[in-house]
């Protein structure tokens, strides 16, 4: 999940990480989980190098093919292959990000970077976003090779730069290259959310940031006198009138009627008002200018063209002497004007293998959900690729992006026997022809 958010790192913290006695776990599957864990790649400078390296030398043990991608130079993208038998079907690719976001390490009861077990649970920053999924991709394929299985399918395993900070450098280029197309991706599995009940979560869209700033405007005046259509007046009915929508979308989630996901989520970012002065503001001065900034979260089954139109209607009315712009604006359409979601009903083979094979592995999970935040996911979904976003992690606190971020250390092992099972029913998924093939996925 992304963040763009930096907390500032403090320098005892390098003391802490240099005189700590690392303890390895007994079992080497542990042990190579803590080792990725130990890797430093927290923004906002990222040791990418250090866990492609990583990554590479897990890579060769397991005889997979690699190649290392610089999409922009000193962001590596870890590449990994194991060919299918018949390669003219389209590949699945197991996608994870390599980078983690920073951490206030005075906070934590663990060092962050040390993969320190306690209690069963084993401690640091992308414990749960998302390097255990990332080594939960290539447990599960050790273990497949180790049982003689082979792929009808092949199987593409990408660690990925810069998820945290948008992804620009990281997914969008790689989903968007030639690499991507030569590939023939038929299913993208993704990150999802730890689930603090028995049942995973399954997601097969999200929502789309739309960062608008409102911006008011009205003659100024002395600060004792009282008229209509001051600046801070019309930018306050504004504010108001947000916070009604808001609200009204947040009691949809309180009742129970829609999942987090389902509703358009408003906050407010910023206000920025006032004439400065030496000492702060002037104080007997009305301004002319007002601005308010909004950070807006819209799923792709909500109509953008209506909160757009009510944007210029209601929140920014020119009426009211109001603009507005959008800092970002992600449409939740793609090119060809479809709202970007992956299918989860019987039009999806892959979403009836997912569920079958979690069940096969013993597994509950919820029904599907869309993601509150941005992942990844997003740039292979708007290349018209099914992905469904999903990280096993059931009986689990929600802690990405928190202090003292953890997995439980069962909870990782039962996650590999999880993919194996899916890797299983999906690289084994017959297709008759490629045309076939790929007339199913037209149809998603
Ligand atoms: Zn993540």
Redesign the pocket.
């Known amino acids: ?1 992304s963040s763009t958010s930096f907390l500032h790192l403090f320098p005892f913290f390098l003391l802490l990480t240099l005189t700590l006695t690392l303890t390895l776990a007994d079992d080497p599957i542990l042990q190579r989980f803590q080792q990725y864990l130990q890797i430093d790649t927290s923004h906002p400078t990222p040791n990418y190098h250090q866990a492609a390296d990583f990554i590479l030398s897990q890579a060769k043990s397991l005889s997979l093919q690699s190649r290392t991608i610089e999409f922009v130079k000193n962001k590596p993208l870890i590449l990994l292959k194991w060919p299918g038998k018949n390669p003219n079907l389209p590949s699945i690719l197991l996608n994870s ?1 390599t980078d983690v976001v920073p951490v206030e390490p005075h906070k934590w009861s663990h060092p962050p970077f040390a993969g320190e077990i306690s209690d069963g649970n084993i401690f640091a920053r992308g414990s749960q ?2 390097k255990c999924v990332g080594l939960q991709y290539l447990e599960s394929i050790r273990n497949l090779k180790a049982s003689n299985f082979e792929p009808l399918r092949t199987i593409y395993i990408s660690f990925i730069p810069d ?2 900070i948008g992804g620009h450098d990281g997914a969008d280029r790689f989903a968007n290259s030639e690499v991507f197309d030569e590939m023939n991706v038929g299913i993208v599995l993704d ?1 999802g959310l730890a689930s603090p009940d028995e049942s995973y979560r399954l997601f097969y869209a999200e929502r789309c940031p739309m960062w608008l700033v409102i911006k008011a405007a009205g003659a100024p005046g002395h600060g004792a006198k009282l008229y209509d259509n001051t600046a801070m007046e019309n930018l306050l009915k504004s504010v108001e009138i947000v916070r009604r929508f808001r609200a009204a979308q947040f009691d949809l989630v309180k009742a129970g009627l829609k999942e987090e996901g389902e509703v358009v989520s408003v906050n407010m970012v910023f206000l920025k008002a006032g004439t400065p002065s030496p000492t702060g503001f002037v104080m007997n001065l009305q301004p002319s200018e007002a601005q308010a900034g909004f950070d807006i979260r819209v799923p792709p089954i909500a109509d953008q063209a209506s909160l757009e139109r009510r944007i210029a209607e209601e929140w920014a009315p020119a009426s009211r002497n109001m603009t507005f712009e959008f800092k970002q604006k992600m449409s939740v359409y793609d090119k060809n004007g479809r709202p970007i979601l992956t299918a989860h009903d019987g039009s999806n083979p892959w979403w009836a293998l997912l569920e079958g094979a979690i069940h096969k592995a013993n597994r509950k999970f919820g029904k599907p959900e869309i993601f509150p935040a941005s ?1 990844d996911a997003r740039y292979f979904r708007l290349r018209g690729v099914p992905a469904i976003g999903f990280s096993p992690m059931a009986n689990t606190h929600i802690l ?1 992006h928190d202090h003292n971020e953890f997995l439980n250390k069962e909870e990782y092992l039962k996650g590999i026997e999880v993919y194996e099972s899916i890797l299983e029913a999906f690289a084994s998924f017959p297709a008759e022809t490629k045309k076939d093939e790929e007339a199913i996925r037209d149809e998603l």
Do not use: A, C, N
């Open positions: 999940m990000h976003d998302m998820e945290e990150e992942t990405l």
